[in-house]
């Protein structure tokens, strides 16, 4: 079955910065559409980003528009989010997933696949 494997998250203190991996295995990567998504204790899970299958259109929360910045090699198989300047209201769980609906204007829909996830928690 297809598997997503996120990797990259860790302890940071505010202002810093991170960059999280999903890497995908039995899935035709390069034909999917994949996004980042979050969860927060006692928060709905939150759209963070989501990128086109061939990296054309990208979507970013309002939340993190300016700090974040997504991208794919679909040589790799993997996607990346690049997290800089982070906050405190960051830190969360942070999900891939494949085979989401990518909208500028309406963001980013859950896929079928989902990681494991990866925790990300900020310091202030």
């Known amino acids: 079955q297809v598997q997503l494997a996120e990797s990259g998250g860790g302890l940071v203190q505010a202002g810093g910065s991170l960059r999280l991996s999903c890497t995908a295995s039995r899935l035709r990567f390069g034909d999917v559409n994949m996004a980042w998504f979050r969860q927060a204790p006692g928060k709905e899970r939150e759209g963070v980003s989501c990128?086109?299958?061939?990296?054309?259109?990208?979507y970013y929360a309002d939340s993190v528009k300016g700090r974040f910045a997504i991208s794919r090699d679909n040589a790799k198989n993997t996607l990346y989010l690049q997290m800089n300047n982070l906050k405190p209201e960051d830190t969360a769980m942070y999900y891939c997933?494949?085979?989401?609906?990518?909208?500028?204007?309406?963001?980013?829909?859950?896929?079928?696949?989902w990681g494991q996830g990866t925790q990300v928690t900020v310091s202030s």
């Open positions: 997933t494949a085979g989401t609906s990518v909208s500028t204007n309406y963001g980013c829909g859950s896929g079928p696949y």
């Open positions: 990128i086109t299958w061939s990296g054309s259109i990208t």
